[in-house]
């Protein structure tokens, strides 16, 4: 496994208002570097101060013609909010494979359901350190999952997806001046580059 890890912030304690957020209810599964798991930590507290690492996944949806979705995170997002993204990312919950997360996170936030697409698959996976600001940190062992849609309906949700760009995926990577008002979320960001890597 190789860690993609970058330059820290110092990513200050939630403050009184993050622990009224909806993240603070949740569960994320600990992980140790080849993603075994190590029991379960608050979804918050995983993503603030230096960050506990845990599992995640992000999923590439394609078209027919080589074009990669993009979605824009909802400006509500505590992190990132108004980054660009792959299709969707999130975090399974404890007993869901990261294919059962894509599946019911793809239907909730874009209305895209398992017709829509063939063989949702995981092909890569890797570990990253990111801080945001002083807001909170990703420190994440990210799988990405790809699939090509037969069906391109999409149905977003404004709360979850702020805007959306269906984009040629080697284009998008091979001319990054292009496509410099684009800010990337981290993730996405280096599941691109390994993806061009050879």
Known sequence: MSSE???AGTGGEGAAEDRAHENAGEDVIAVDADDNPEGLVNRLDAHTGDGVRHRAFTTLLFDGDGRILLAQRSPEKRLWDTHWDGTVASHPVEGQSQVEAARERLAE???VQPSQYGDLRVTD????????HEIGVEHEVCAVLKATLSDTTLDPDPSEVGGLLWVDYEHLHAHPRWYRQLRYCPWFEIAMRRDFRD
């Open 109 to 111: 936030e874009l209305g």
């Open 125 to 132: 996976r890797f570990e990253y350190k990111r801080h945001y």
């Open 5 to 7: 890890d970058a330059g």
